[in-house]
């Protein structure tokens, strides 16, 4: 199996003899402090690659799509991009790169936490008014909108 890795399958993961090929992104290492994980991926035949821009803004479009965008660090979008790029399979415990990866149909494992059960397609919520809004401010009553569940569609895991 060809995976890419986050930083949290590097931290919680202790077996990668299953994967047949393993790559990262250059921002992933650099998040990687703790000693154990610093062993671990010496041990690793890691590939290190950067994806290409077409693949980091179709991540990105997506992830604005599903408003996930402001939950994920541009590491996190490379990640994505580099998973979508060469058609690999994303070891990760972030629910939002889980549900980004749902919906661009990147197959992903989590270790430590659950999967996703339910593909979620975010919204800014106004509890005053009672509806959604694409603005931090609702327009209607100044109140501030918070991030809610717009669509959760369940998933088979």
């Not at 202790?14 to 402090?33: A, C, G, P």
């Not at 990760?92 to 659950?114: E, T």
């Amino acid at each position: 199996m060809k995976v890419v890795l986050d930083t949290s399958a590097i931290i919680y993961l202790n077996d990668f003899r299953s994967f047949n090929e393993i790559l990262s992104v250059e921002e992933v290492l650099e998040e990687v402090k703790d000693k154990i994980s610093r062993i671990k991926l010496s041990a690793l035949n890691l590939k290190v690659e950067e994806p290409k821009e077409k693949f980091l803004e179709e991540v990105k479009r997506i992830a604005t799509e599903t408003g996930d965008i402001e939950k994920l660090s541009s590491t996190d979008l490379k990640v994505l991009a580099l998973a979508r790029e060469e058609n690999c399979t994303i070891i990760s415990d972030d629910r939002n790169i889980q549900n980004v990866a749902k919906k661009l149909g990147i197959k992903f494992i989590s270790i430590f936490n659950k999967k996703i059960s339910k593909f979620i397609v975010w919204g800014k919520y106004c509890r005053n008014c009672k509806r959604f809004s694409e603005d931090e401010i609702c327009s209607i009553c100044g109140s501030k909108t918070e991030r809610k569940p717009k669509i959760a569609k369940k998933i088979k895991i």
